[in-house]
């Protein structure tokens, strides 16, 4: 059983920053990309940024030059740096990871989400 556990959410003015984390836990071989989700009201699930275990990164054209993720495999764990928030960037953020088990297929586990909201 895999968990991945978000903290960092919470209330910003615009123009402000937040930082997540999701740190991963449970019996896994080891996990290969991690990556932060995002939905808002009425919207579909959007992929905000991703980083392979090798370090290969990729971003919303929304989000690059602002946000910036970065992962500690030591400690299963990826962060999200988020500045210069705007309005439009209010939704849950989701992680996820794409585990690696000892025995059977890759698959992908989700986080609970955790709340950003920027007000104007």
């Known amino acids: 059983q895999v968990h991945l556990v978000e903290s960092g959410g919470g209330l910003v003015q615009a123009g402000g920053s937040l930082r997540l984390s999701c740190a991963a836990s449970g019996s896994f071989f080891r996990i290969n990309v991690m990556g932060w989700y995002r939905q808002a009201p009425g919207k579909q699930r959007e992929l905000v940024a991703s980083?392979?275990?090798?370090?290969?990164?990729n971003y919303a054209d929304s989000v690059r030059g602002r946000f910036a993720i970065s992962r500690d495999d030591a400690k299963n764990t990826v962060y999200l740096q988020m500045n210069g928030l705007k309005p439009e960037d209010t939704a849950v953020y989701y992680c996820n990871a794409e585990i690696i088990p000892y025995t059977g297929p890759v698959y992908h586990h989700w986080g609970q989400g955790t709340q950003v909201t920027v007000s104007s």
């Open positions: 980083r392979t275990s090798g370090g290969n990164t």
